[in-house]
């Protein structure tokens, strides 16, 4: 038993100075992606600390589970509010952000600045096939768990088909797997895997602060309107502002405005909303390359907190092509920072406006159908994206196919990049073989590039 827990008292609340300090070091510690960050937080909070129990962390998960957006970084709002309220939660949530905030801004600074030398240009050629490996194991990963029924697995490849042949948006593919989910729960229940009862046991150790004295908060028409209101306008009111001074037009509005609306459909986590989020970027603003977005995706693995801090290297680089009338550096600062506010100031709404409600949202049967033919849709979304980035990582160029409704790019084979391709070998070998870590494989796989690169081997 860790030193917080012996001063806390058993059915005693723990200060939020307390909390604070445990929240900035588990913040150091989010590498991984969602499932490294909530190991870290079941780790600290339930196994060391004990201020949580086992089954009430898990409870508070699977809420999180149903909303857009990042989800280890909502269960740790969440878990902040339920340790000291709603200052708690932003503490939590803030925190947990607050470490990738600054590492992605100062390394896609040192991309813009340096990114044309050879050096920098080795290390990334080097760090992307690690990362078409990272999103195949990702794939692999998350059906395993989500395809239990031939149903979910239709779902998964007709959203796959969608996105890769026929360029369906994102947020259709997702609405259209909610409604066959709850369809299907309607019409012919037999389809979907029926849904494990929980332990009633609590696994792990007891927790030291009992489930009466965690803050909770009954939900009220009053509470629930002015907590809308309040995070509309915490949301909206930057983007307005930069729409007023800098124009509709601007770049950083039109970044504003474009990831206000993802953080409302990235079902799924970073992996499936960043399908879209390249979509867009790359082909219909223009913000940067596609072989840019899988550097960025590189950099944010290496990164605490969020793997969807890609978005502030996408916002970086667009806004300091195209400043408009400011400074190039300025406005890449501005960018970054304005899409990491819309972005994950949704997800403190949701948890802060939900939480009251989250038995009635679990208990619910429809809603979780729905939930269950979205996440099956997540892994072709996913799949999409590793197609992606393996076609822009693997080969020097792409062919572009459009006959009526098919839209897709094909590698062209007469360009394979060999090192790319033994070096995406190695890094699926040392990923589900070796079971290497995602940090590990990719600083050997940067390392290698960078080698690469300096005695003059073609690796981009």
Not at 163 to 181: S, W
Not at 355 to 384: C, H, K, Q, W
Request: positive net charge; proline residues 6%; glycine residues 10%.
């Amino acid at each position: 038993m860790t030193g917080d827990a012996d001063a806390t008292a058993p059915g005693n609340a723990v200060s939020l100075r307390t909390a604070t300090r445990a929240w900035f070091l588990i913040s150091l510690q989010t590498f991984g992606g969602p499932a490294g960050q909530i190991a870290v937080m079941q780790r600290t909070l339930v196994d060391e600390k004990r201020w949580i129990g086992q089954r009430r962390f898990l409870h508070a998960m699977n809420y999180c589970m149903l909303l857009p957006g990042p989800e280890a970084q909502q269960l740790a709002t969440y878990v902040g509010w339920l340790l000291n309220g709603t200052r708690g939660g932003l503490v939590a949530g803030g925190l947990f952000v607050l470490p990738g905030l600054v590492a992605m801004l100062v390394l896609s600074g040192v991309y813009v600045a340096f990114g044309d030398t050879t050096a920098v240009t080795a290390v990334f050629a080097g760090l992307a096939p690690a990362v078409v490996a990272i999103v195949a194991q990702a794939v692999v990963r998350v059906a395993k768990r989500a395809l239990t029924s031939p149903a979910l697995v239709a779902i998964a490849v007709a959203a796959f088909l969608a996105l890769a042949l026929v360029a369906v948006p994102f947020p259709v593919v997702v609405a259209a797997a909610g409604i066959t989910g709850w369809a299907l729960h309607r019409w012919r229940p037999g389809a979907l895997p029926a849904g494990k009862a929980a332990d009633p046991s609590d696994a792990g150790p007891a927790p030291v602060i009992s489930d009466d004295v965690l803050h909770t908060e009954r939900p009220s028409i009053r509470r629930t309107l002015r907590t809308l209101l309040v995070g509309l306008v915490v949301w909206g009111a930057p983007v307005g502002a930069v729409a007023l001074l800098a124009g509709r037009d601007s770049v950083l509005t039109q970044q504003g405005l474009f990831f206000s609306g993802a953080a409302v459909v990235t079902f799924g986590g970073a992996y499936a909303v960043l399908a879209y989020v390249a979509q867009q970027a790359v082909q219909v603003y223009g913000w940067l390359a596609p072989g840019e977005m899988v550097r960025g995706l590189a950099l944010a693995e290496t990164t605490p907190g969020p793997l969807i801090m890609v978005v502030q290297f996408v916002a970086c680089l667009g806004a300091y092509r195209d400043p408009g009338g400011l400074d190039p550096w300025v406005a890449a600062v501005l960018g970054s920072l304005l899409v990491v506010w819309v972005t994950f100031v949704p997800s403190f709404l949701f948890v802060l406006l939900g939480a009251p409600y989250m038995e009635r949202l679990r208990g619910n049967r429809s809603l979780s159908s729905a939930l269950a033919g979205i996440t099956a849709a997540v892994v072709g979304v996913i799949a999409n994206l590793g197609l992606y980035f393996a076609v822009h990582t693997l080969f020097g160029d792409t062919v572009s196919v459009h006959r009526s409704v098919l839209h897709l790019q094909l590698p062209d084979l007469g360009e394979p990049r060999w090192v790319a391709l033994a070096l995406t070998a190695l890094a699926v070998v040392l990923l589900s073989r070796a079971r290497w870590s995602v940090l590990r494989t990719l600083g050997v796989c940067a390392v290698l590039g960078l080698a690469g690169g300096l005695v003059g081997l073609p690796v981009s």
